[in-house]
């Protein structure tokens, strides 16, 4: 990027309000970034390939998380000033969990958005005292070390939504 380009753009970011005129602090739960998208897909070495193939995408991590029902690979898109950002590929374990439901309601898709916060815990209690039903109350152990909760979709506009406290590096 060129020097007035690189001016530019941070000039347009610099100006971008982050919080909403009139809310306090306390009542405003920070997303920094979007973590990652989570894609329901029913064989994961294939989806992986094509990411690959496809967009030039590098696998970071695989992990089998029985606790979440999915086998799944984390894919680096980019790095940002808040942390980086993923592709999450999600294979059911088996039919009778998250992922296994939402492939045969709706087949191969995005099935998440994982937003990033700084503190899991606060944003779960200040997300709470609105009125959106926490899916977990404590958070669980996510990819990469991450600490994690759901918000239920239907709450929030028929998006399942995860909030994601990545490990410190
Ligand atoms: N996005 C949007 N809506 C969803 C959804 C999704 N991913 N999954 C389910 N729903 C909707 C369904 O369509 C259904 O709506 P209708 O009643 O209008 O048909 C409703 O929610 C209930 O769905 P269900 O199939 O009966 O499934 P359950 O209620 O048993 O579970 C949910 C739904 C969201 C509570 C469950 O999937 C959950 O707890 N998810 C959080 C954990 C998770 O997804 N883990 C895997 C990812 C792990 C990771 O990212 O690390
Ligand atoms: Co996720």
């Given at each position: 990027?060129?020097?007035?380009?690189?001016?530019m753009?941070?000039?347009?970011?610099?100006?971008?309000?982050?919080?909403?005129p009139?809310?306090?602090?306390?009542?405003?739960?920070?997303?920094?970034?979007?973590?990652h998208?989570g894609?329901?897909?029913?064989?994961?070495?294939?989806?992986?390939?094509?990411?690959?193939?496809?967009?030039?995408?590098?696998?970071?991590?695989?992990?089998?998380?029985?606790?979440?029902?999915?086998?799944?690979?984390?894919?680096?898109?980019?790095?940002?000033?808040?942390?980086?950002?993923?592709?999450?590929?999600?294979?059911?374990?088996?039919?009778?969990?998250?992922?296994?439901?939402?492939?045969v309601?709706?087949?191969?898709?995005?099935?998440?958005?994982?937003?990033?916060?700084?503190?899991?815990?606060?944003?779960?209690?200040?997300?709470?005292?609105?009125?959106?039903?926490?899916?977990?109350?404590?958070?669980?152990?996510?990819?990469?070390?991450?600490?994690?909760?759901?918000?239920?979709?239907?709450?929030?506009?028929?998006?399942?939504?995860?909030?994601?406290?990545?490990?410190?590096r």
């Amino acid at each position: 990027m060129d020097r007035d380009l690189r001016r530019m753009v941070g000039a347009t970011f610099a100006n971008i309000p982050t919080r909403k005129p009139g809310l306090s602090r306390e009542a405003i739960v920070m997303l920094t970034r979007i973590d990652h998208v989570g894609i329901a897909c029913h064989d994961l070495e294939e989806k992986i390939a094509f990411y690959e193939s496809t967009f030039g995408l590098l696998v970071v991590s695989r992990e089998v998380n029985e606790q979440q029902g999915v086998k799944e690979a984390m894919l680096h898109v980019a790095d940002g000033p808040a942390g980086a950002s993923y592709v999450q590929l999600l294979e059911p374990l088996n039919p009778d969990t998250p992922v296994g439901k939402f492939l045969v309601k709706r087949g191969e898709g995005v099935h998440h958005i994982g937003y990033g916060v700084d503190d899991v815990v606060a944003a779960l209690e200040s997300i709470g005292g609105t009125g959106v039903r926490l899916l977990d109350e404590r958070p669980r152990h996510g990819s990469m070390g991450a600490s994690i909760a759901f918000l239920h979709p239907k709450d929030v506009g028929g998006v399942l939504t995860e909030l994601v406290q990545a490990k410190p590096r």
